[in-house]
């Protein structure tokens, strides 16, 4: 199973995994976008629905539309009670089932580097879009371990694992995202990093909610008691950890929008 398949396969888990991070990063990107109230959203690769929710709730649009190709994700996504109208529907980043001009924005949100053909999925989201409306994105930096799994991967991988990465990786540094948008023909594009931090009760507290990331959660049960501790002691040398245990953790995304011409 794919990590994407495995990561959107339950909405429920994929919420109490990793919801905190993907709140954090989703709160700043929005705060950083330029819109007006009363528009029409699309969010593409919706997932669960989270950030369909928080576009609801942040952005006072007229409505949003989630797409995502995984049928449980989007039943999980319709039982949301979200404020605003909202449709979800299965389909494909890449050839999206909607009519041409008929957004005022267009986001996808830690989705990108799951997405088989990235420039077809930025090119359908520019179709989708009305001119002089806005196509935009971020996505965890796998290429420079900016995901909240990076450090546990990376852990993990020193003991002789190999944890899962997403097809595209590469797709989520910013030259990569840069040169997307500007072969998509999108005009006055934008970009920055996003750090945010989240903090965890101790390395236990840490390493449950960690170890539950997709491309991990398959090795965990192959792990031996002592393997667990030492990769716990690993990981608090490159944590922040202050005088009560509590432990600190940054991770990046990068984010990126511009006009459709």
């Not at 888990?13 to 919801?19: R, T």
């Not at 970009?191 to 840490?206: A, L, M």
């Not at 965990?220 to 716990?232: F, G, N, R, S, Y």
Request: contains cysteine.
């Amino acid at each position: 199973m794919s990590e994407r398949k495995m990561l959107f396969n339950d909405g429920a888990a994929y919420e109490k995994m990793m919801g905190n991070w993907s709140r954090l990063v989703g709160e700043v990107f929005i705060e950083w976008l330029t819109f007006n109230p009363g528009l029409r959203w699309l969010d593409v690769g919706c997932g669960n629905g989270a950030f369909s929710d928080l576009i609801s709730s942040s952005c006072e649009p007229v409505a949003v539309y989630g797409i995502d190709p995984s049928t449980e994700q989007i039943n999980f996504a319709q039982s949301r009670q979200i404020a605003a109208p909202a449709t979800f529907q299965l389909g494909d980043a890449m050839a999206l089932p909607l009519d041409d001009n008929n957004f005022d924005i267009a986001v996808m949100a830690l989705v990108i580097f799951f997405v088989p053909n990235p420039a077809k999925g930025v090119a359908e989201m520019v179709r989708t879009v009305r001119p002089g409306g806005i196509v935009a994105s971020y996505t965890w930096d796998r290429v420079n371990k900016g995901s909240p799994s990076d450090l546990v991967s990376q852990e993990l991988r020193k003991i002789g694992f190999k944890p899962g990465s997403p097809p595209n990786s590469q797709a989520s540094e910013m030259s990569a995202l840069e040169n997307l948008w500007s072969s998509a023909g999108i005009s006055t594009i934008e970009s920055r990093r996003i750090t945010v931090e989240r903090k965890f009760r101790n390395i236990n507290e840490y390493w449950k909610i960690t170890s539950l990331t997709p491309n991990i959660q398959h090795i965990v049960p192959l792990l031996t008691a002592a393997q667990i501790d030492e990769v716990k002691r690993r990981l608090q040398e490159h944590l922040s950890v202050d005088a009560d245990g509590r432990i600190s953790q940054y991770a990046t995304a990068n984010a990126i929008k511009g006009i459709v011409v």
